[in-house]
C-alpha cells in the first residue's frame, strides 16, 4: 500500500464568526497512526475533515505526499474515511458497500468483486458479504466500513471515533484490529477520539488539541510521561495539578514548597513566586504514618475498583487523587494520612 | 455572451416589431417576431449549462459541475415561471388606457370604492372587496381552527371510541374537487334544497337565498378547511410533552388547571399557525365563492371576472392581483417569521414515556357536542355526493336513475371502430388525467432535487433561494393564473391555449410540496452517507443517483402521487388557463354547474374522488404505512392543497 505524509501548514478554519481551527501546523508522518485527541468542540473532527475534504480550510494549506491538496474535493482525494456513524449504505448488501469505491473509479465488475471479498477477507467477515447492513451487529458494521474504506488502497485512512457506537468490551477488541490492520498495510492512518486511554493504546503519536489549537504533540509515552499544560497532564491520566510556591533561587535550580514537602527541581526558565505542578496519582504512596518531608492529609473518599484503591484525599494545596495498588492496606474516609512521592515524578507546566 | 444577446433579442422585440421606441429609432425597423421555438429553448439551456460550468471551474461550491448547474437550472425555472410572470402583472397594472404606462390610470383604479370601500357599516350598500375577503378569512380562519382543535382534542385526549373514523378527516382534503362542498350545500340549504324543503313542510319556513354570499362561503370553507386545521392541530396536541402535564398534576393542579395552565398554553404558538393557515387557504380559495358567492364578492373570484368576464379589465385584474398577493405574503412572512422560531414544543432525543391526561369533564362535553355534529355533517354531505349521482333531480325528484352517469361517462362498442368513449365528460377527464400525470413527474423531480440542495450544500443566496422555491406555495392561484395569462400571451414565451402552460402551471404550484416532502426524508438520511460516498470517489451526480435517490424511494413515490391529486382537482390557477382543446375536469364540472346541471357535477365529482382514493390507497399500498403515517410529514403536504 502507498504511504504518504500528511501536513498542515498554518490551517484555519471559521464558520462564520467561531474558530474551529485556529492556524495549525502539524505533520502526520507516513505510515504512522497519528491520533488527534482532545474533547469535543476543540477541532480535531473538523481537522480530520478538512484532510478528507469534507470541510474546505478558510485558510492555510494542506499537502499529502508534497501535493497541495487545500482545493481538491473530497472525491478526487486518495483518502478514505471510516465514519462515526460507519455510514453504511442501507440499501445495498455488504459487498456493494464495499465495492462502491471501486465501481465508481470503473474497475471491471471481477476485478472489484475480487479485491470487495479479499479485503473482507483481511477483517475476518468472509461469508457475510451478501447480507444487509442492518443484518450485521455493531462490531460487523464497523468492519464493513473499514473494508469498504481500505479496499480502495488509499494514502491516508482517516477514522472518526469509530468505537463510539460499540459497548466497552468490544471496543479494546475492535481497536487492537484496527490497529493490527493499519500495521499489516502500513498506510497513514489519523485517528479522532476524545478518550485518552484509547489514544495511547493505539497510535504511534498523539496530538492532543484543545481550543482549536494543538496543546501538545509526542509519543504516547512522552505526553503521559511530560505533560507541558495543566490541560495536558489533566486530560491524559486525571494527574493531580497543584500550586506550589518559589522559596528559593539558585540559578536553575528552584526551591519549591508543595504543603508541608520541600522540593527542588530544575528549570532554564524565569519562574515568577508560584508555578504549577503536575504530579501522576500512582507515584504517590500513601501511608498512616508521618515520614519526613511528606503531605499531611486526610481521606475524604475511598473507593474500591478492583485492581486497586482510588482515594482524594484533602490537604493544604486542595484534593489530591491519589490511586493505591496495596488493596490490603485500606484508609477510611476521615483517617489522617501522609502522602509521598520521588522528586522526580514532579512536573513543572506552564499556566 | 451569446446568452445575453438572445435574451435582449427577446425581450426587446414584441409581436408589433421594437417594444421600446428607441431601439427603432436606432435600428430602424424590424419584423415580426414571435414565440421562441423549441430550438431556442434549447439553445437557452445549453447557454445556462455553459455559464454554469464556466463558474464552477472557476471554482464556485468546490468545482462542482452537478451542484452548479443544477442551482442554475432551477434558479432559471423558477425565475422564469414564478417570478416573470409575477413582474409581468405588475407591469400590467400601470399599463394606461393607451397603452404604455402611466401612475394615474393605476391610482384612479387602486384607489377604488368597489376596493376600500366601507359603506356597508352604514348603508345597505356592500362593503369593498377587499373588506370583504378580510372578514371573510377571519371567519373562516376562527371557526375552523376552533373546530379543528376540537378534533385533535378528541382524538388526542379522549377515550372517544370511533377515532379511527374521524381519523378519515385527514384525507379528505387531498381527495375533494374544489366545487363539492358548495354542491352539497346548495343542495342541502338551498332554495329548493333538502333540508330548506323538510322545514318549508314541517314549520312552514318561507326557504330563502340565505346560503348564498357570506354565510354560505363561511360554511363551505369551514368544511373545507376544518380537515387542515385538524392535521396542524393534533401534531401540535400531541406533542405537548406529557412529562409537563404530569409535572403540574404532581403540584396539586386539577384536570382543568393543568388544561389551562399548561397544555393550552403549550399549544398557542401551533394554535397560531392554523389560524394564520386557515387564513391564506380562505384567501385563495376559489371554487367557494365562485359557486356560494352570489353578490358577495372576494378578491380571487374578482380576478377571474375581471378577466374572463365581460368587462376585460387587464388592469383592474392586476391591480386586485397585487392587493391578495401581498395580504397573503404578509400573513405567510408572520406565520414564518413571527410563529417559526416560537415554538414551545421541544422533542428531545429523550423517551417521553408519560401520559397524556384525559380533558376535563366539561370541555370534553362542549367538544363533543360540537364537533360530532359537525363530523356527522361532514360524513352526510360525502355520502349525498357519493350516491347524490343516482337519484333524478335533488330536492325534486328523488326517484332512481343512471341517466347522469350514462351522459358522463357512457361507453359504447361499435363493431368496425371498436370502443367508443360517447360520454361528455370523458374529453375533459382523460386531458386532466393525463396533463396531471405528466406533470407530476417534473414536479416530483425539481423538488427532490431542490431538496436535496437546500439541505445538503452550502452556498452563497441559499436562504433567497429556499425563499424562491417555496414562494409559490404562499401565491393564491388565481395569482398565478392571472400573471400566467399575462407573461405567456405574448412573445417570448407564447405558452396559452397549449396543454404545456398547464402543466408548467401545476408544476410550479406543486414543487413546493415536493420540496417539502422531500427536506422531511433528506433530514432523515444521515449526512454521513453523501460524505463517505464522496470520500469513496464518487462525484456528486453519482451520490445523488446511487445514494440518495434510492433511499428516498418512498418520498419520491409520496410526492408523485401526492402532485398527481393534486393536479386532478387544482381549479383557481388553472381555470385561467383551460382552452377548448385542452378542458380539465373542474372546469367542466364548473359549466355543469353554471348551467345547473348538478347530476352531471356530482357524478363527475364522485369520479374524481373515487379515483383519487384508489390512487392514494395503492400509493399506501406500494410504499407501506410507516412513512405515509408520518403526520408531520402529510400535514406538511396538505398544507395549502385548496387554492
Known amino acids: 500500500m502507498k504511504k504518504a505524509e500528511v501536513k498542515f501548514e498554518n490551517i484555519t478554519k471559521k464558520f462564520n464568526e467561531t474558530v474551529a481551527v485556529d492556524n495549525v501546523s502539524c505533520t502526520f508522518e507516513a505510515g504512522t497512526l497519528t491520533t488527534l485527541l482532545g474533547p469535543s468542540g476543540c477541532g480535531k473532527t473538523t481537522s480530520l475533515r478538512i484532510i478528507a475534504g469534507l470541510e474546505r480550510a478558510t485558510s492555510g494549506k494542506i499537502l499529502v505526499e508534497n501535493e497541495d491538496v487545500t482545493l481538491l474535493p473530497a472525491t478526487d482525494r486518495d483518502v478514505s474515511m471510516v465514519f462515526q456513524s460507519y455510514a453504511l449504505f442501507p440499501h445495498m448488501s455488504v459487498l456493494e458497500n464495499v465495492s462502491y469505491g471501486l465501481k465508481m473509479i470503473n474497475v471491471p465488475k471481477e476485478e472489484f468483486t475480487e479485491k470487495s471479498l479479499e479485503t473482507l477477507k483481511l477483517v475476518n467477515l468472509e461469508g457475510y458479504e451478501n447480507r444487509m447492513p442492518s443484518e450485521l451487529s455493531g462490531g460487523q458494521q464497523q468492519r464493513v466500513a473499514v473494508a469498504r474504506a481500505i479496499v480502495l488502497k488509499p494514502k491516508v485512512l482517516l477514522f472518526d471515533e469509530p468505537l463510539s457506537n460499540l459497548d466497552a468490551k468490544l471496543r479494546r477488541q475492535v481497536r487492537e484490529d484496527i490497529r493490527e490492520i493499519q500495521q499489516k498495510l502500513g498506510v497513514t492512518t489519523i485517528y479522532v477520539t476524545h478518550d485518552q486511554e484509547e489514544a495511547l493504546a493505539i497510535s504511534d503519536k498523539v496530538i492532543v488539541m484543545n481550543n482549536a489549537i494543538i496543546a501538545q504533540q509526542g509519543s504516547p509515552k512522552e505526553l503521559y510521561n511530560f505533560p507541558k499544560t495543566k490541560f495536558v497532564a489533566n486530560f491524559i491520566g486525571d494527574a493531580n495539578v497543584v500550586k506550589a510556591e518559589i522559596i528559593n533561587q539558585n540559578n536553575n535550580i528552584y526551591e519549591i514548597q508543595l504543603a508541608e514537602m520541600k522540593i527542588n527541581i530544575e528549570s532554564d526558565q524565569k519562574l515568577e513566586s508560584s508555578v504549577s505542578v503536575s504530579l501522576r496519582p500512582e507515584k504517590i504512596t500513601i501511608s498512616k504514618s508521618p515520614e519526613e518531608n511528606s503531605i499531611h492529609a486526610s481521606v475524604n473518599n475511598a473507593s474500591f475498583v478492583g485492581n486497586s484503591y482510588q482515594y482524594i484525599v484533602n490537604s493544604k494545596v486542595g484534593k489530591i487523587y491519589v490511586v493505591s495498588s496495596d488493596t490490603n492496606e485500606i484508609f477510611n474516609v476521615g483517617e489522617n494520612v501522609y502522602l509521598k512521592f520521588d522528586e522526580k515524578e514532579l512536573r513543572l507546566l506552564d499556566d | ?643
Open chain 2, 1 to 643: 455572451m451569446v446568452f445575453f444577446i438572445l435574451f435582449f433579442r427577446v425581450f426587446s422585440i414584441g409581436i408589433r416589431g421594437w417594444n421600446f421606441e428607441i431601439f427603432q429609432s436606432i435600428f430602424g425597423d424590424v419584423e415580426n417576431q414571435f414565440g421562441v421555438g423549441s430550438g431556442a429553448v434549447l439553445l437557452c439551456s445549453t447557454f445556462i449549462f455553459y455559464i454554469t460550468h464556466g463558474l464552477s471551474s472557476r471554482g464556485w461550491l468546490n468545482g462542482d459541475n452537478f451542484i452548479v448547474g443544477s442551482i442554475g437550472s432551477i434558479i432559471i425555472l423558477v425565475s422564469t415561471f414564478v417570478f416573470f410572470p409575477i413582474f409581468r402583472m405588475f407591469a400590467v397594472a400601470f399599463k394606461g388606457t393607451e397603452g404604455g404606462y402611466e401612475i394615474s390610470n393605476f391610482s384612479t383604479k387602486i384607489f377604488n370604492k368597489g376596493i376600500w370601500g366601507l359603506d356597508c357599516l352604514y348603508s345597505d350598500y356592500a362593503c369593498g372587496v377587499f373588506w370583504n375577503t378580510v372578514t371573510m378569512g377571519t371567519l373562516t380562519a376562527f371557526s375552523s381552527t376552533i373546530l379543528g382543535l376540537g378534533f385533535a382534542l378528541l382524538i388526542a385526549r379522549t377515550s372517544f371510541k370511533f377515532k379511527k373514523t374521524i381519523r378519515i378527516l385527514s384525507v379528505l382534503p387531498i381527495i375533494t374537487p374544489p366545487f363539492v362542498i358548495g354542491l352539497a350545500i346548495i343542495i342541502l340549504f338551498g332554495r329548493t334544497g333538502v333540508v330548506s324543503s323538510f322545514l318549508e313542510w314541517a314549520f312552514e319556513i318561507e326557504p330563502s337565498r340565505w346560503i348564498y354570499g357570506l354565510p354560505g362561503i363561511w360554511f363551505a370553507q369551514t368544511l373545507a378547511f376544518t380537515p387542515i386545521a385538524f392535521l396542524v392541530l393534533i401534531g401540535v396536541v400531541e406533542s405537548v410533552s406529557p412529562a409537563m402535564e404530569e409535572a403540574s398534576q404532581t403540584l396539586r393542579a386539577s384536570k382543568w388547571q393543568v388544561f389551562k395552565t399548561v397544555t393550552l398554553p403549550l399549544m398557542r404558538p401551533g394554535i397560531a399557525n392554523a389560524f394564520l393557515l386557515g387564513f391564506i387557504e380562505s384567501l385563495a380559495d376559489f371554487g367557494n365563492p365562485l359557486v356560494l358567492g352570489a353578490e358577495y364578492d372576494v378578491l380571487s373570484t374578482e380576478i377571474f371576472f375581471a378577466i374572463v368576464g365581460a368587462q376585460y379589465d387587464e388592469t383592474k385584474a392586476a391591480i386586485l392581483a397585487m392587493i391578495l398577493l401581498t395580504v397573503v405574503l404578509v400573513v405567510f412572512y408572520l406565520q414564518n417569521q413571527w410563529l417559526g422560531k416560537k415554538s414551545y414544543i421541544s422533542i428531545s432525543g429523550k423517551g417521553d414515556s408519560g401520559v397524556h391526561p384525559e380533558l376535563p369533564n366539561n370541555t370534553k362535553w362542549i367538544i363533543y357536542s360540537t364537533v360530532l355534529p359537525w363530523a356527522l355533517l361532514t360524513f352526510i354531505i360525502y355520502i349525498m355526493i357519493m350516491f347524490g349521482g343516482f337519484v333524478e333531480m335533488w330536492g325534486v325528484d328523488h326517484s332512481f336513475t343512471l341517466r347522469h352517469y350514462v351522459e358522463a361517462f357512457s361507453v359504447e362498442w361499435v363493431k368496425e371502430r371498436g370502443i367508443l368513449w360517447t360520454g361528455t365528460a370523458w374529453n375533459s377527464f382523460n386531458t386532466t388525467f393525463a396533463i396531471a400525470l405528466i406533470s407530476s413527474f417534473p414536479t416530483a423531480a425539481i423538488g427532490i432535487l431542490t431538496a436535496y440542495l437546500l439541505t445538503r450544500h452550502k452556498f452563497k443566496g441559499k436562504n433567497a433561494f429556499e425563499f424562491g422555491t417555496m414562494l409559490s406555495f404562499a401565491i393564491p392561484g388565481s395569482v398565478i393564473g392571472v400573471s400566467y395569462v399575462f407573461a405567456f400571451n405574448v412573445p417570448p414565451l407564447e405558452l396559452t391555449g397549449t396543454g404545456i402552460i398547464l402543466v408548467i402551471a401545476f408544476v410550479f404550484r406543486n414543487m413546493p410540496v415536493g420540496v417539502r416532502a422531500g427536506i422531511a426524508s433528506m433530514n432523515q438520511l444521515d449526512p454521513h452517507l453523501d460524505e463517505a460516498s464522496s470520500t469513496l470517489n464518487a462525484s456528486s451526480s453519482q451520490t445523488f443517483r446511487n445514494v440518495i435517490l434510492p433511499l428516498l424511494k418512498p418520498a419520491i413515490t409520496a410526492s408523485l402521487v401526492f402532485s398527481f391529486v393534486r393536479a386532478m382537482t387544482a381549479i383557481s390557477a388553472v381555470i385561467f388557463l383551460v382552452s377548448a382543446n385542452y378542458d380539465l375536469a373542474v372546469s367542466y364540472i364548473l359549466g355543469r354547474l353554471e348551467n345547473n346541471d348538478y347530476g352531471l357535477a356530482i357524478v363527475y365529482s364522485s369520479a374524481l374522488i373515487v379515483v383519487m382514493l384508489f390512487t392514494i390507497t395503492l400509493m399506501q399500498l406500494i410504499i407501506g404505512k410507516r412513512k405515509l403515517g408520518r403526520r408531520e410529514e402529510t400535514a406538511g403536504i396538505l398544507q395549502g392543497n385548496f387554492g
